[in-house]
């Protein structure tokens, strides 16, 4: 593997983890920033030890930082840590400085703008979808907390004969679309109820919302187990049993967090929205009613308090 830069697209939460797992790994690191500088050292704040045990530990990384428009070097690794919305256009700002052979990794809620950014990529560049698990919190413009370990992953959007590696050891699957249609489907339960009741995660699994919770699933079960669902070869595993135990596993593990669509709502920032459940509702074969009042109640406040009782009157 060339010893060139990687060049990490966004400064939020993840971009800036990424900035600084990358140059602890060894690797110098460029990271694009689109408003705010992180300035030429990001503090890295741990909370847990590398088995997950609570040991705070701080470590400052050395990273150059720079806009778009500052760029004059050419990168073939590159890693782009946006919203959904934004991949391919934060994409476009650098493409000129991309080579022709370059891994072009994305790490992004939701699914759809793979999709997209697959589009304007050339035949000869991989791109490399990818999830991860990690909690990380932006304290500041150079200062974040690593506040849960998680894992992270990286597959070929367009598997190639003879399979890829990913430029990090470790970190390649082969079933990268199954993985991204499980969190997708987490997601599409948690993320929304607790930016519509504006509530943490934890509190989904109060008696108040069962009833949703339990049609929610059963909804989503029946999408999943439809043969004319658009990835029904990687999500037939997905019944309304499993759902559940990962969701109610997700939720009790991040009890006390809320999540990124909630946080975004509070804030009155755009969601990934259409990225989840505007997702399954595009490509559901099948009717999904709760899923649209999911979405709608998200995508227009004005509609919230009357969404809002619609879900909690679900038998």
Known sequence: MKNTPWLVIGAGAIGLFWACKLEKLGNKVHLVYRSESPGKKI???????????????????????????????????VLICTKSFDLKNAFSQVSA????????????????????????LLDTQTLWAGITSEGVLKVEADHIKH??????YFG?????????????????VTNIRQRMIEKLAVN?????????????????????????????LSELASVFAHPKFSYAQESQHLTSDNLKNRVNTIAQLTRLNRSSMHEDV??????????????????????????????EGVAFAEQREEVKKKLLSIA
């Open 188 to 216: 599409a339960v948690i993320n929304p109820i607790t930016a519509i009741f504006n509530i943490h995660n934890g509190d989904l699994l109060n008696d108040e919302f069962k009833p949703l919770m339990s049609a929610t």
């Open 266 to 295: 509070r804030l009155q920032r755009q969601t990934e929205n259409s990225f989840i459940s505007g997702f399954l509702l595009d490509n559901s074969p099948i009717d999904l009613p709760v899923q649209r009042l999911l979405f």
């Open 97 to 120: 400085y991309i080579t022709p052979d370059a891994d072009i990794a994305c790490l992004c809620n939701g699914i759809g703008a793979q999709e997209e950014l697959q589009h304007i």
């Open 147 to 152: 506040t849960g370990l998680g894992d992270t």
């Open 43 to 77: 503090t890295l704040e741990s909370l847990t030890d590398e088995d997950g045990q609570q040991q705070v530990s701080v470590s400052k990384h050395k990273i150059k930082s720079l806009t778009a428009h500052e760029l004059t070097d050419q990168y073939d690794k």
């Open 156 to 172: 070929e959007w367009q598997p190639s004969n003879p399979a890829k590696t990913f430029p990090i050891e470790d970190l390649t």
